[in-house]
């Protein structure tokens, strides 16, 4: 059996609230400020103390791809963080057996006035390496980098895309023996991201060991046999991918089931908020194929330049469809008594029968305002798309898409 890359032995890590949050590392600044995380989640109320991790106890073995899933605040980053050495825990011990790389503080060891070529092999000393080890991969970081134009730029000049992909590019090709990635890969295009996940793919087929968090449900049950689900610190489960999926998808089902208002677990500025929102069919029948559907969302406040961007689930976390409200098209109706409310009309939901859930966000121009992940669960019965019944999802996908077949006429008879 192979031997034990990670132990961790009751971790637990106590933060101080009250104060202003200090930013652990530099890819925490700049991965907040990316994804519109302001100060009203993070800096909670009042004096007192969270614990951001309880408990925590796991092994990891060598070669092991472990995914570590939760809800907003769920400890997931703290415990990355803590394995990284980037803060140490309150309580517990973690004991680690190779040399790690990690790429929750990308960049962290990057000087930002020194260019990307030198900042490959400052951050490559820093890791560990030789530097002949480090010149026979310099051609194949920056290549897959893509910033070959600007090696010799200082990288305080560059996007945080190229910075990322930079740091991606490093921390990937020393030959980690341990790799740390916290879902740093959201910032990167499709195409980057593809790669990315391509070369995590094949660190671990090498050997090495992978720990991948992240809120892409159907990347990390593609990626990683096991998952450990964190919930409010505590790891509530730690086993087989797809039944810890399911427990993740249960608890965010049973949030989904408290007053909207009442939920914590949020991300955003927080100058307004969800107020409420509903899925309904037309005249008050079920949600069925292929029949009108109608997604109300109530913001807090009608502010300028408010629109609503929402995701629909399958029933194993794997998303189906985006509606952004920001997208315009010839077809939208701008009605001012509508006053905060954004409302989504189809005339056919594309749906096939089952369950599904919807993540749902607010946004006043490009700032995310909230953003509330299983903001409702519903089912979908089943229905007929222009006419033709359509099956329940499962292995035949969970869209249905209005269309229609030419052919002899033979085949109707079998219907
Ligand atoms: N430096 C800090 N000071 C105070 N509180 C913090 C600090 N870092 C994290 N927290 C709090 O600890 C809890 C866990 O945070 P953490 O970032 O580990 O969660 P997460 O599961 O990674 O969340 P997300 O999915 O939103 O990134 C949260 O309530 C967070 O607000």
């Known amino acids: 059996m192979a031997g034990v890359d990670i132990r961790a032995e009751g971790l637990s890590k106590r933060y101080r609230l009250g104060h202003a949050r200090r930013h652990d590392s530099l890819k925490e600044l700049l991965g907040e400020t990316l994804r519109g995380r302001g100060a009203f989640l993070r800096s909670a109320p009042g004096e007192g103390e969270l614990w951001a991790l309880r408990d925590a106890s796991f092994e990891i073995r060598v070669g092991e791809i472990v995914g570590i899933v939760g809800g907003n605040g769920a400890g997931k980053s703290t415990l990355l963080k803590i394995l990284s050495r980037v803060t140490y825990p309150t309580r517990g011990m973690v004991d680690l057996y190779g040399r790690v790389s990690s790429l929750l503080e990308v960049g962290t060891g990057f000087h930002p006035e020194l260019t990307g070529r030198e900042n490959i092999f400052l951050n490559s000393a820093i890791l560990g390496m030789r530097l002949a080890e480090t010149r026979r991969k310099f051609d194949e970081i920056v290549e897959f980098s893509g910033v070959e134009m600007f090696l010799d730029t200082p990288v305080k ?16 090709h020393l030959d980690p023996e341990i790799l ?30 992978v720990l991948i968090v992240s809120h892409n449900l159907s990347t990390v049950q593609s990626l990683c046999p096991r998952v450990i689900f964190l919930r409010a610190g505590r790891i509530e489960y730690d086993g087989e991918a797809s039944s810890a999926v399911h427990a993740y998808l249960r608890s965010i089902e049973e949030s989904s089931a408290l007053d909207i208002s009442e ?28 029949a009108p559907a109608c997604f109300r969302f109530r913001s807090e406040k009608a502010l300028p330049h408010l ?4 995701t629909i689930y399958d029933r194993v976390g794997q998303a189906v469809v985006t509606f ?11 009605e001012p008594s509508l006053g905060n409310e954004l409302v989504c009309e189809l005339d056919e939901l594309p749906l096939r029968p089952g369950r599904y859930h919807l993540d749902a966000s607010l946004y006043t121009g490009p700032e995310l305002q909230d ?24 292995d035949n996908g969970s869209v249905c898409v209005p269309h229609r077949w030419r052919q002899s006429g033979r085949a109707a008879t079998w219907t």
């Open 180 to 209: 740390l990635v916290d879902e740093v890969l959201a910032v990167g295009d499709a195409e980057f991201q593809r790669r990315c996940l391509a070369k995590i793919g094949e660190v671990a087929r090498g050997g090495r060991t």
């Open 371 to 394: 953003h509330l992940e299983g903001a409702a669960f519903f089912e979908v019965e089943p229905g007929r798309m222009r006419g033709r019944p359509e099956t329940a999802g499962d």
């Open 263 to 290: 939920r914590a677990d949020r991300l955003g500025m927080g100058w307004t908020r969800i107020a409420d929102l509903s899925v309904s069919a037309a005249g008050g029948a079920a949600l069925a194929t292929g």
């Open 157 to 172: 000049h560059y996007s945080s895309g190229m910075y990322v992909r930079l740091a991606f590019a490093v921390a990937a």
């Open 307 to 310: 629109s609503c961007r929402f």
């Open 324 to 334: 952004d409200s920001s997208v315009r098209s010839p077809a939208d109706v701008d």
